[in-house]
């Protein structure tokens, strides 16, 4: 056949290619059996402390991380609930309130996906509520991918550039990538007790 | 064979001229003045594309003939200025119709009516609040529209999220419902019955599964049911039922659901303190029946995927429990 | 050549029609960028004002003082005047640190220190700690300490930091509230618990920071929690043994607001049967707030108790159709049964989040010609109200800031008109309206001077933008439904504090302050008043005139209550805690992030340059004259 086609077929192939990527793949169920909020509940969760005595052992991700993060399903899904469940009357659009920022690079029990959705899952004892019972474990991960996007950590076109509310902050699609730095509770004030 | 056909095409035709969605058996004031003025409209446009479709057969034929003549010319020209006028009749007849007609409903719709009913469209779901003008004596319920006969009803339409639109073919016309906007639309419900409603705009993966079950009654048993709607939810009746209280209470149901006299405060999803006497599940996916309410409880994302009542992930027992409890909230 | 000179011309014409629109577009887009354009005020000069209002405070609720502090408002009629004159104009330049105390928590410090005889009380924000300061040996060191042990949980559904706002002295005893819902008795000399009583729960959303009121064996308090969907209540409890003697609840029926036959409300919006139930749509009165988390004034002579309630929840008004009975209003109330005596609903359907539990300050006053017996309450909604404390007929309502958000008040039928301009609507921002939701002033008091007649208010001066959405409602969580975000009102001042004629019902002299004035406000008989910023300085100005005599930079914001007080020394002392927070500073004391406009429900934005200006702390500092 002529170039001209031959290109034309090739141009067709990678579109059709593309057209299998599944960034927006929409599950809408999550697991279907049920599932616990996170792969480690029998052991507790992942850990809280960064510390640990001797040689650390490196826990592997749960495979729901990148899964959620990488979507912008999740993440929509997440600032819908986010709004619902009324964490914004508490932590605002990321600015934080009642509860601390999310949208800063200070993380008080850990920003990880599997930390955050155990600080959700778990409650914290400064005040975080405990929403196991409340909440699907489903619900938790798309929430701990919103929540994640307030810094700008997944992905430019994953994250939500839309605020659905009167505007309030610089969306995230704007900002650039807060750190990750792990801080302990400790080192938060107020904590005498 | 042709008449087979033909039989078969004016049922076709006909098929949607009857049912609960029908546009053409008006059950409202509105919806009867819309299905006359398209009554009227039908008629007259038929009538002109009858006779232009004649003067193109016409004209195809008479082709043929030889050339035209002076006369022909005349009568051409007689013909193509009556031609004309009969248009402008025919055109500002329909107009005057028009206006007729809309000056008729808007005559319909008084400044105050006694009843308010404001429906909030969600994705995909009807939020619906009955208000007299006292407060106290709101009834909130969701995907159904309760009308009593002869009553003239104002609607006021909001939405929670993106655009929907109302549209109830037997009482009226469509109006939408945009962010951040109220609007208005009056009905005055003419029939008992029972009919359909369907959202009008598309809004999202399950715009097809939003559909409004629309009753119209009598003044009497439109009160009573108001009457109903105030009281709180009835109690759990048997052991079974009481653990679906409990499981209900205590878990995911109640961030969202709200059934009133109970803890369950929600308002993120639709009502439920009387949701078992409704005509439909999930605003029109399923009928309102046993097996359907236990494949919602068990599935809602099987039964209409994207929508926001998530996969909670009950056990058999837990289920039957629930499901028992919600029967029970008639 | 004429067809060529006709292009012109008409190209001419063209550009002349084009430059004339877009000079007029320009003209409306800069008019409209102006946006609405205040009343020109003139600042009064900075005179000194003489002579007096000739409003008195009643003898039996503002009894003579004895040097002691021992309620955070003073006495009942809440004057917050400390008679010595040791400190006095002419001398205040001089005024010094005497000693200082850490609490060891750095938090919103909004308490008022309690002094009786030579022991200090202070009571710190979460965990709530009392600590008693003996005064009589140098440096004021602890006598004991108490510590209640609060839930920690109990800081995740306390709105507005973890504050605490003092604690009440009656018979030997202390009386104060924890954050987790508990009011505790406590021996005044060994700090011993006597009674410890559970009042609510944190689950539900409750808190409690309020200052007790104790009277005639009663210690009233309320609880907090008008953001969370929580229903208020006014409860009395025995002195002695803690238990509950009546419990006034701000919604519901009749029987749980304790309405009955003595109950003779002066407007007749106020009238009627069951309104805490029918002025609401079904059940919402469950969570309808109404809390009562400020002041309450006591007048011994017609054993009435005067109080506020807070905000009806949600913040989103369109969920609660109706006037939402008896939220932001002022109650009257038998002491000995918590009877309803009169009631007269400042703001019917909140709409802005427009508490009304400021402080009522009782006075004996002229008005129009005749002695009164009124209480003077600077209203959150922007008004300074002068209501009869008999029968609750509002005498005058009169704005003192610039307020859009209301048209005035009526007074024949009580009622105040909104704006129907800046209503809240659903899905739209409505921007400008004035006073925001911290109001024209929060709930740090204002204080009265007999010397002058004159009420001193530290206020704010900002509007607001608010966007309203549908608040769902989970016990324990904010029940709010608004997006806001406030900004500086006209003039770019973010704070006042206005001397207030409340005869004449008009300001005699204004401070503008850059930050909102979030402090207490004390006065005393040597001419002056104190007050503190939330940068730091504490400040003593001259009542007659506003000058500012002297000041002095603590180390972090205040938000606290001063006192002034006669040490075992005889001497004159002026102590207040340091420490910034609460509402308006919840950006230093809970770190949050200020790219956020909405963060701490709207600070983030105009509390911007607040963590520039000062860091969190917790200390309290007492001055006095060199001696």
């Known amino acids: ?193 | 064979m042709t008449r087979a056909l033909r039989g078969l095409g004016l049922a076709a035709l006909l098929g949607g001229c009857h049912g609960i969605q029908s546009m053409t058996e008006g059950a409202g004031f509105q919806g009867e003045q819309f299905s006359g003025l398209f009554t009227l409209f039908l008629a007259v446009t038929g009538f002109f594309y009858i006779l232009v479709i004649l003067g193109l057969i016409g004209g195809l034929v008479l082709r043929r003939r030889a050339d035209r003549d002076e006369a022909g010319e005349k009568t051409a020209r007689i013909g193509l200025v009556g031609w004309l006028g009969a248009v402008l009749v025919g055109l500002t007849g329909l107009t005057v119709a028009s206006y007729v007609m809309d000056r008729n409903v808007a005559a319909a719709s008084p400044a105050r009516p006694p009843l308010e009913v404001q429906i909030t469209g969600n994705q995909w779901w009807w939020d619906v609040t009955y208000k007299n003008g006292v407060p106290g004596q709101e009834v909130r319920t969701a995907n159904e529209l309760h009308l009593p006969v002869g009553v003239p009803v104002r609607l006021t339409l909001k939405t929670n999220d993106v655009i929907h639109s109302f549209w109830v073919p037997a009482l009226g016309g469509k109006q939408d419902m945009i962010p951040g906007r109220t609007n208005a639309l009056t009905v005055l419900p003419t029939r008992i019955g029972s009919y359909r409603g369907q959202c009008a705009e598309y809004c999202g993966a399950q715009h097809a599964h939003m559909a409004l079950d629309v009753t119209i009654e009598p003044l009497a048993a439109f009160r009573k049911w108001w009457a109903a709607g105030l009281a709180p939810a009835a109690p759990p009746a048997t052991p079974l039922a009481q653990a679906g209280y409990r499981f209900v209470m205590t878990q995911q149901c109640a961030s969202c659901h709200n059934i009133s006299g109970t803890p369950a405060s929600g308002r993120f999803g639709p009502d439920l303190t009387h949701v078992a006497s409704r005509r439909s599940i999930g605003a029109g996916t399923f009928p309102m029946t046993p097996g359907h309410l236990f494949a919602w409880v068990a599935d809602p994302q099987g039964a209409k995927p994207g929508n926001h009542m998530p996969y909670i992930g009950l056990n058999a027992d837990q289920l039957h429990a629930v499901v028992a409890y919600l029967e029970g909230l008639k | 050549m004429s067809s060529e000179r006709s292009w012109r011309v008409s190209h001419a014409v063209l550009a002349v029609v084009a430059i004339a629109i877009v000079a007029i577009g320009l003209i409306f887009l800069f008019t409209r960028l102006w946006g609405p354009r205040p009343p020109h005020t003139t600042e009064p000069p900075l005179r000194a004002y003489s002579g007096s209002t000739g409003a008195i405070a009643p003898r039996s609720a503002a009894p003579a003082d004895d040097g002691q502090w021992t309620m955070a408002a003073k006495n009942y009629a809440s004057t917050r005047f400390a008679a010595a004159n040791e400190i006095n104009t002419g001398n205040v330049g001089k005024l010094q640190v005497a000693f200082t105390f850490s609490t060891g928590i750095a938090k919103g410090q909004e308490a008022a220190p309690l002094v009786v005889g030579g022991t200090m009380y202070i009571v710190t924000p979460f965990p709530n700690i009392v600590y008693a300061l003996d005064l009589t040996r140098p440096g004021a060191p602890a006598k004991w300490s108490y510590r209640p042990k609060p839930l920690s949980a109990a800081q995740g559904v306390a709105c507005c930091d973890v504050v605490n706002r003092g604690a009440a002295y009656a018979d030997g005893r202390i009386f104060f509230n924890t954050l987790d819902n508990r009011t505790i008795a406590l021996d005044a000399n060994t700090g011993k618990e006597i009674w410890d009583t559970q009042l609510g729960s944190i689950e539900q959303g409750a808190t409690m920071t309020m200052a007790p009121l104790v009277a005639d064996g009663k210690v009233l308090v309320g609880n907090s929690g008008g953001e969370m969907g929580v229903r208020g209540w006014l409860v009395a409890l025995d002195a002695g043994s803690g238990k509950v003697a009546w419990k006034a609840y701000t919604t519901g029926p009749d029987k749980d607001v304790l309405i009955g036959a003595g109950y003779h409300p002066f407007y007749a919006m106020d009238r009627g049967h069951d309104l805490g139930v029918s002025s609401w749509p079904p059940e919402a009165w469950k969570q309808g707030g109404g809390n009562v988390w400020g002041w309450i004034s006591y007048d011994p002579e017609r054993r009435l108790v005067y109080y506020g309630t807070g905000n009806p929840g949600p913040w989103n008004s369109e969920q609660r159709p109706g006037d939402n009975k008896f939220t932001t209003g002022v109650f009257a109330r038998d002491i000995d049964t918590g009877a309803a005596r009169w009631f007269y609903q400042t703001t019917p359907h909140d709409l802005w989040d427009h508490d009304d539990i400021n402080e009522q300050i009782l006075l004996d006053m002229p008005v129009a010609g005749r002695m009164r017996q009124v209480m003077v309450r600077p209203g959150r909604n922007g008004y300074v109200y002068v209501i009869d404390r008999g029968t609750g007929q509002v005498l005058s309502a009169t704005p003192y800031g610039y307020v859009t958000a209301y048209k005035g008040v009526d007074l024949k039928t009580g009622r105040i008109i909104s704006n129907p301009a800046m209503e809240p609507k659903e899905g739209r921002v409505i921007r400008g309206i004035c006073p925001a939701a911290p109001g024209m002033k929060d709930w740090n008091p204002s204080a009265f001077s007999p010397l002058t007649g004159l009420v001193y208010i530290p206020h704010n001066n900002l509007c607001m933008d608010w966007g309203s959405f549908e608040a769902n409602y989970i016990a324990g969580t904010p029940y709010v439904g608004a997006d806001v975000k406030y900004y500086a009102g006209p003039g770019g001042n973010r704070g006042a504090v206005t001397a207030w004629d409340p005869v004449h019902a008009r300001p005699v002299w204004e401070i503008k302050e850059d930050l909102p004035v979030w402090s207490g406000a004390l006065t005393t008989g040597g001419g002056l008043m104190f007050y503190g910023t939330m940068d730091g300085w504490f400040k003593a100005v001259d009542q007659r005139s506003g000058k500012l005599l002297w000041q002095f930079k603590t180390g972090s914001g205040i938000i606290g209550q001063p006192i002034s007080y006669r040490g075992p020394d005889e001497h004159q002392y002026v102590a207040i805690l340091s420490g910034v927070g609460g509402w308006s500073g919840a950006v230093v004391s809970n770190d949050l992030d200020t790219r956020d406009a909405t963060a701490a429900v709207g600070w983030g934005g105009v509390m911007a340059d607040l963590p520039k200006k000062t860091t969190a702390g917790g200390t309290l500092y007492v001055f006095a004259l060199p001696h």
Not at chain 1, 9 to 29: F, Q, W, Y
Not at chain 1, 153 to 159: A, T
């Open chain 1, 1 to 193: 056949m002529s170039s001209r086609c031959r290109t034309s077929l090739l141009v067709l192939a990678a579109l059709a290619l593309l057209a299998g990527c599944d960034r927006e793949e929409r599950r809408s169920r999550g697991n279907p059996l049920g599932e616990a909020a996170l792969g480690e509940a029998a052991l507790g969760g992942p850990r809280v402390s960064t510390l640990q005595p001797g040689v650390p052992i490196a826990s592997p991700p749960d495979a729901r991380a990148a899964d959620f993060e990488e979507n912008a399903y999740a993440v929509s899904q997440g600032q819908q609930l986010f709004r619902q469940m009324n964490c914004s009357g508490c932590h605002a659009h990321g600015g934080g309130g009642m509860g601390p920022a999310l949208m800063d690079d200070r993380w008080r029990y850990g920003g990880t996906m599997e930390q955050i959705v155990a600080s959700i899952d778990q409650g914290r004892p400064n005040g975080m509520p405990s929403w196991r019972g409340k909440l699907t474990p489903q619900q938790m991960w798309q929430l701990a991918a919103y929540v994640r996007s307030l810094s700008a950590q997944p992905r430019q076109d994953v994250l939500s550039g839309r605020a659905e509310s009167e505007s309030a902050t610089e969306p995230p699609t704007l900002r650039s990538r807060e750190p990750m730095v792990p801080s302990s509770a400790a080192g938060v004030k107020g904590t005498t007790q």
